[in-house]
């Protein structure tokens, strides 16, 4: 099974601020990478997917990158509705597999 | 609009089985791919296994083999998931959730069930 890994685990910031969270697959999945957001209480929500494309109504302040192993999910401009955890999940084989998550606090 | 509404809560005692449903609105069921996804308390989600309800071809974790069965009716749109031999471990919310192929993403979620194993 490919392992993902998330890091930070949690991070704290303020509105406004620039957030990078990595994830890092413990072998290449070429682009096969989606990132979801999911709020206490709710299902997850898709965000990203292909590593980079933004799903319809996600605001363009969320932007993806990365291929191979590497992979980063960027908040631009940090927005109170923004507070979560965020999850990435490969796409390239079977079973398909989550990071353990990364939870953004208010500071 | 595009749903996934799933049943209502269920409390079990170990070793029985559960079976959880999950009815589409919105598009076409036969069009996409279901997934079923679990989460414990506290813990990331795990992905369980997936359906195409056109055909009935499953693909499961193995670590769920021999005891999660994934079935469909057409007629009504609605995915199930049973899940035998329950233990204490398989406590989590339950999520089914649409795959679009051409993205290799969940983008349809159902609000989710909780499952509670519990003697």
């Known amino acids: 099974d490919i392992q993902m890994t998330q890091s930070p685990s949690s991070v704290s910031a303020s509105v406004g601020d620039r957030v990078t969270i990595t994830c890092r697959a413990s072998?290449?999945?070429?682009?096969?990478l989606a990132w979801y957001q999911q709020k206490p209480g709710q299902a997850p929500k898709l965000l990203i997917y292909g590593a980079s494309s933004l799903q319809s109504g996600v605001p363009s302040r969320f932007s993806g990158s990365g291929s191979g192993t590497d992979f980063t999910l960027t908040i631009s401009s940090l927005q109170p509705e923004d507070f979560a955890t965020y999850y990435c999940?490969?796409?390239?084989?079977?079973?398909?597999?989550f990071g353990g998550g990364t939870k953004v606090e208010i500071k | 609009q595009v749903q996934l509404v799933q049943s209502g809560a269920e409390v079990k005692k170990p070793g029985a089985s559960v079976k959880v449903s999950c009815k589409a609105s919105?598009?076409?069921?036969?069009?996409?791919?279901i997934n079923w996804v679990r989460q414990a308390t506290g813990q990331g989600p795990e992905w369980m296994g997936w359906?195409?309800?056109?055909?009935?071809?499953?693909g499961y974790a193995q670590k769920f083999q021999g005891r999660f069965t994934m079935t469909r009716n057409t007629s009504i749109s609605t995915a199930y998931m049973e899940l035998s031999s329950l233990r204490s471990e398989d406590t989590a919310v339950y999520y089914c959730?649409?795959?679009?192929?051409?993205?290799?993403?969940?983008?349809?979620w159902g609000q989710g069930t909780m499952v509670t194993v519990s003697s």
């Open positions: 999940q490969q796409a390239n084989s079977f079973p398909r597999t």
């Open positions: 919105g598009y076409t069921f036969t069009n996409y791919d």
């Open positions: 359906m195409n309800p056109n055909s009935g071809k499953t």
């Open positions: 959730a649409r795959e679009v192929i051409s993205m290799d993403a969940f983008d349809i």
């Open positions: 072998q290449g999945i070429s682009s096969w």
